[in-house]
């Protein structure tokens, strides 16, 4: 029997280990939290975005305020066409500049939330991989996770049975553990190889 879901857990952020709170063999439920990462430099990354929004903020107001008073002055004539144009083109480029100070500080504010590591469902911990200390890089497994919600059954038959298995067959399964508590499955994918030593 091997479970469906298993999954192993990863740094999404680089940094340092500063907390482990679970262990192996440890239950635990759907968004428990499992380990801290430094935050600090998520943090700083994004307290320097929220200032750079700021900044394109004023500066994006000030200059709408130069686009009004020279749509004004065109009006009147007192300056040209091509002075407008220029507020404005800077206008935009302004704004297009804080909109991307935007995304960014979108994507540094996610960074903060990924050095809190947590449960992706109900499951047990298998393996704790990483410990208070650890420097883990982005993709590093910190948890080997398990569910035995759903389990999936591998079972080896004689060659001589292949022709009368199909996917889609039900499958009635008894544990020595629990005989008296039947499971009843399907056969879901055939893998067409032989083992070596007994030829199932």
Do not use: C
């Not at 879901?5 to 952020?13: F, G, H, K, Q, Y």
């Not at 220029?86 to 996610?110: E, F, G, H, K, T």
Request: hydrophobic share 45%; net charge neutral; charged share 25%.
């Amino acid at each position: 029997l091997s479970a469906v879901r298993d999954p192993t857990i990863s740094a999404e952020i680089a940094g340092m280990v500063t907390k482990v709170l679970a262990r192996s063999g440890e239950p635990v439920k759907k968004g428990q939290l499992l380990a801290l990462i430094d935050p600090t430099d998520a943090r700083h990354q994004a307290n320097v975005d929220s200032g750079e929004i700021a900044r394109l903020t004023a500066l994006l107001a000030q200059q709408e305020r130069v686009v009004a008073r020279q749509s004004e002055l065109v009006q009147k004539n007192f300056i040209s066409q091509n002075a407008l144009d220029d507020a404005v083109s800077q206008r935009d480029a302004l704004s297009s500049q804080l909109a991307s100070a935007r995304s960014r500080a979108s994507l540094s504010q996610r960074n903060v939330g990924k050095t809190a590591v947590v449960a992706p469902f109900d499951g047990v911990i298998e393996v704790q991989v990483a410990s208070s200390g650890d420097y883990v890089k982005l993709g590093d497994p910190l948890f080997r996770f398990i569910a035995n919600d759903r389990l999936r059954a591998d079972l080896p038959f004689p060659e001589s049975a292949a022709p009368r298995i199909k996917v889609g067959m039900p499958v009635r399964l008894l544990s020595p553990l629990a005989p008296e508590t039947p499971i009843d499955a399907v056969v879901e994918d055939i893998r067409p190889t032989v083992g070596e030593v007994n030829r199932a």
